[in-house]
Each structure stands twice: as structure tokens, then as C-alpha cells.
């Protein structure tokens, strides 16, 4: 039932998703590229990649529920029992600093596929390494808490790392991505001379950073959004019983607020310092004034949005919280 609920709920969103994007068609056909704009049909990926589409979207969130469930399936005990997961190691740390290590390599004459490999290890490293940075984030908040609202958020982080590192990891995954390609933006000011598919190409350059950043944060700050409210839904009872307990629902608001907002800022900044750290080595033409500020207008919208999207939960909470006297499950 439950895997069916979700591959249901999959395919409603790639329906809607498909719809969306048909939508923005129009728009997106109007982005200058090689000097020219778009066909409508350019931009349509035909029958079979959208049939595709709408097949694997709902079949890889069923394996995803059925994977997720073999929890229950292998120990239910251990489940209703609420034990807490087993910590993350330090070697998923290692693995991030390892391939960093090789990244200042990378400029010294070494083919597009190992670069590619590399970067993408590094995306992967830091998926990886998130987590457990969340949970040292959780521990440090709990620590220095002086008030009820960090203590809970820090708490929470210690309690289920996985979880935030979900809420902020689409915008810090994409911080990675901004940074990595905002420092390597031609210079505005950069001497093409007369060539004019060179010209063509810096402007190429610098329309594609403005869209890819564009669009992966506003995918970022949804995913945030959705996430945050599943969030909200999934503790509903832990809640509940907080406000039956006498705790004010500000308090409960601000906690939920720091427990995005604290990992968002410190994993925000490291990928995007780590984004930029693996395109020193390819920056030969010099920093550009104009992909610094997309970088920074990005990266500025990004968390705000993501700031937002967590506020418009606020509702939910107070929902779930208006009849705080516990249920019989």
C-alpha cells in the first residue's frame, strides 16, 4: 500500500511536472544561443522520451519505497522501538579531502574525461559527506544552546542528520555548481578582437550560467519546500505532544526554522567555497566581475527562497499542533 501510494503520487508529479514544462516552452524558446533564438520543436523532446519520462520516474520512486521499507521488513522491533541509527564515520570526510587533493592537478594539461570524473566525484563527495557534517552542526547548536528553540533544532539535527541534509541539499549541492561556473564566466571586458564564434561562444557562456543557476535554484528551493512540509507531516505527533506539554508554538516555529537554517549557511558556504576551489585551476582567463555577481545574486536568491519555501510550512504546523491531545496510535 505504501509503495503504491508513492509510485501514484510519482507519476502525478511527472504529469504535472511534463505540464509545467510545456508551459515554459514559450518563455525558453527565446534564449539566445550561437546568436540565435529557438524552434518550439527544438525544445520538445518527443513521444518516446516523455512516455520514458513518466514510466521511470514512478518505477524509481516504487524502488525507492520498497528499498526503504526493507527496514521494517528486517527488524520491526528496531523500528517501533525508534533506536537511534548507527553514527556516520569520518571517512566519508576523507573521501572529499581525498579528491580535493587531486584537484590543483587537474589545470596541468589532464583530459576532459578524468576532469570530469573528478568534479563529479567531488558533487558525489559532498551528497556524501553532508550528513555527517549536519550531525556535527546538531551537536555544536545543542551544546552552546542558551534558549528551548536551538536546543530542540540542534537536537533534531543530531537526532536524524539525513533528514536536514535533505531540507538544504538541493541549494548547497547547487552552491557546488555556482560556484564551480560563476568563477569560470568570461570577463565581461575579455579581447575576442574580430572573431566573431569566439564572441559568440564568451556570450553563450555567460546566457547558460544565468540559465543553469537560475533554474537549479528554483529546483532546489522547491525540493526545499516540498521537503520541509513532509517534515512537518512526519513529526506531527512528536509536535503534538510538545505543545501538549506546555511548549509555546513560536518556540516550535524558530526551532524549525534554525534546523534549516543553521546547516543551510554552513554547508551553503563550504560548497560553494568548494565549487570555486575546483574551478581555480581552469580560471586562466581571470575572475569575472559579471559571473561574480550572477554567483552572488544566485546564491542570495537561493537562500532566501529556501527561507521562504520553510515559512510557508508555518500553517502546517500550526494545523497539526491545534489538537495537541495524543491519538491512539
Known amino acids: 500500500m505504501t509503495v503504491a501510494e508513492a509510485v501514484i503520487t510519482a507519476f502525478a508529479g511527472a504529469v504535472l511536472g511534463l505540464a509545467l514544462y510545456a508551459v515554459a516552452i514559450p518563455p525558453l524558446t527565446q534564449v539566445e544561443i550561437t546568436g540565435g533564438t529557438w524552434f518550439t520543436s527544438d525544445m520538445w523532446p ?64 589532464v583530459s576532459v574525461g578524468v576532469v570530469a570524473v573528478v568534479l563529479g566525484s567531488a558533487f558525489l563527495a559532498l551528497n556524501l559527506v553532508g550528513p555527517w557534517v549536519v550531525g556535527v552542526i546538531g551537536r555544536v547548536t545543542a551544546r552552546t544552546a542558551r534558549g528551548p528553540a536551538r536546543l530542540l533544532a540542534g537536537r533534531r539535527l543530531v537526532d536524524d542528520p539525513r533528514s536536514a541534509w535533505r531540507t538544504v ?31 559568440l561562444l564568451v556570450q553563450d557562456i555567460r546566457t547558460g550560467t544565468v540559465v543553469v543557476l537560475a533554474v537549479s535554484f528554483l529546483v532546489a528551493i522547491v525540493s526545499s519546500g516540498i521537503t520541509a512540509a513532509s517534515s512537518v507531516l512526519d513529526r506531527r505527533q512528536t509536535y503534538a505532544l510538545l505543545r501538549l506539554a506546555g511548549t509555546d508554538l513560536e518556540v516550535l516555529d524558530k526551532a524549525r526554522r534554525l534546523e534549516t537554517l543553521i546547516p543551510l549557511i554552513v554547508m551553503g558556504g563550504g560548497s560553494i567555497a568548494t565549487g570555486m576551489f575546483c574551478a581555480a585551476p581552469f580560471a586562466r582567463l581571470g575572475v569575472s566581475a559579471a559571473g561574480a555577481l550572477t554567483l552572488l545574486i544566485c546564491v542570495a536568491a537561493g537562500f532566501a527562497g529556501v527561507i521562504a519555501a520553510g515559512a510557508l510550512s508555518r500553517p502546517l504546523l500550526r494545523s497539526v499542533t491545534t489538537d495537541p491531545a495524543p491519538r491512539p496510535d
Open 169 to 199: 541539499s538541493g541549494v548547497a549541492l547547487t552552491g557546488f555548481v555556482a560556484g564551480f561556473i560563476g568563477l569560470l564566466t568570461p570577463p565581461t571586458d575579455l579581447d575576442v578582437g574580430s572573431d566573431r564564434a569566439t564572441a
Open 46 to 109: 518527443g513521444v518516446l522520451p516523455v512516455a520514458a519520462v513518466l514510466l521511470a520516474v514512478p518505477l524509481l520512486v516504487g524502488l525507492s519505497a520498497v528499498v526503504g521499507l526493507r527496514r521494517v521488513v528486517v527488524s520491526p522491533l528496531g523500528v517501533a522501538r525508534r533506536e537511534t541509527p548507527p553514527g556516520m564515520r569520518f571517512i566519508r570526510v576523507v573521501v572529499l579531502l581525498a579528491i580535493l587533493a587531486v584537484v590543483p592537478a587537474m589545470g596541468m594539461g
